[in-house]
């Protein structure tokens, strides 16, 4: 093989890697979510790339209602100061004289009714790009939760800011949906319920919560063999369609996927280690005479695995615990120091 060909095909070989790296990890975070990129829709207004509000959305009002569409078009979301750069900030208003929650979702909106229950107004993944705003937004990781940081500004305690995240397989997912009680949604897998009460105070405060998963008959389920193909995040300035007030505010940035890739225990020979702490990596002990114990492990998250490599006189006697989640790895090291060697050990 010449030089420059070997050259050439390492290189191409060199950026598919980095490609996939980045694809893979991308999609075990949501799109620009940190919201430092912004772009303008057809309407002029300004969005986050990745989200859609009403100002891109799909407006199927017909008559003398459609007059809405236009007014609904200005309920558009804004760049403001975030706890990092720049954030999204959402803000209610009022179409035809009716509340209209500020909205911003990875999904596509559909308007059409001018009642802001009707579930007919839906929020869901346009995975077929069928409206043409590519709303969707591909994900398959399967994070134990998601933290972000908000800053709530409503005008009375009766509303509740809400963001909705879903994880879901291939199929056109819907916020909520109308379907038949005790059957659930085709594609679900997981989601995270968050609501942002308790901090009307205009400063930034940091939210976690917790993902739940589902079998396939819409149980909880501790399991998580099901990997996401997309998710659907939807944030609002009241967790209830048409009951906030015009005015409420709710900005939101830095949305992180949390995978725990913590251990819940180290055991040698089967029993627990003393001393154990999930935060400290690195432990040293001394072996007993009878040799170098066994090491095993158990995760904290069920959707991590652990393999170890035990420890041997061809590896200083160090045993690796490795925990892999969808996003990377992490390890822990137990180093050992055989009885016989115990007097040239020298303590501090």
């Not at 800011?161 to 879901?168: E, G, T």
């Not at 935060?279 to 072996?287: G, H, N, P, R």
Request: aromatic share 10%; charged share 15%; net charge positive.
């Amino acid at each position: 093989m010449k030089k420059e060909n070997f050259l050439t095909n390492a290189i191409l070989l060199i950026l598919s890697f980095l490609i996939t790296e980045l694809t893979t990890n991308a999609q075990t975070q949501l799109p620009n979510s940190n919201f430092e990129q912004w772009k303008v829709t057809t309407a002029g207004k300004a969005v986050p790339t990745g989200w859609h509000t009403f100002s891109d959305g799909d407006c199927q009002l017909k008559g003398i209602v459609s007059i809405g569409c236009s007014t609904g078009k200005k309920n558009h979301s804004s760049r403001v100061a975030g706890h990092n750069g720049y954030a999204c900030e959402i803000t209610a208003t009022s179409i035809l004289g009716v509340v209209a929650n500020g909205a911003m979702t990875t999904g596509q909106m559909v308007l059409a009714s001018t009642t802001p229950k009707d579930t007919i107004n839906i929020i869901y993944s346009d995975i077929h790009n069928k409206v043409g705003h590519n709303g969707f937004a591909r994900f398959t990781g399967r994070p134990d939760s998601v933290y972000m940081w908000c800053k709530v500004s409503v005008k009375k305690s009766t509303s509740i800011p809400s963001c909705k995240i879903h994880l879901h397989g291939a199929v056109p997912y819907i916020d909520v949906p109308k379907h038949t009680p005790g059957v659930p949604q085709k594609g679900k897998i997981a989601n995270a319920f968050c609501v942002f009460a308790g901090h009307n105070d205009g400063q930034w405060h940091k939210y976690r919560f917790p993902f739940v998963y589902y079998n396939s008959n819409g149980k909880v389920t501790t399991s998580r063999s099901q990997q996401p193909s997309y998710a659907l995040a939807s944030f609002s300035t009241n967790k209830v369609p048409g009951a906030g007030n015009s005015g409420d505010k709710l900005a939101f940035d830095d949305i992180v996927m949390i995978y725990n890739k913590r251990l819940s225990q180290i055991l040698i020979d089967g029993q627990p280690m003393e001393f154990f702490n999930p935060d400290c990596t690195q432990y040293e002990l001394y072996a007993s005479a009878d040799g170098i114990p066994f090491i095993s492990a158990e995760t904290a998250s069920p959707n991590a695995t652990v393999s170890v490599e035990q420890a041997r006189p061809d590896n200083n006697y160090t045993a690796t615990i490795t925990v892999t989640h969808d996003d990377g790895e992490k390890s822990y090291t137990v180093s050992f120091t055989p009885e016989h060697k115990k007097l040239l050990v020298t303590h501090p």
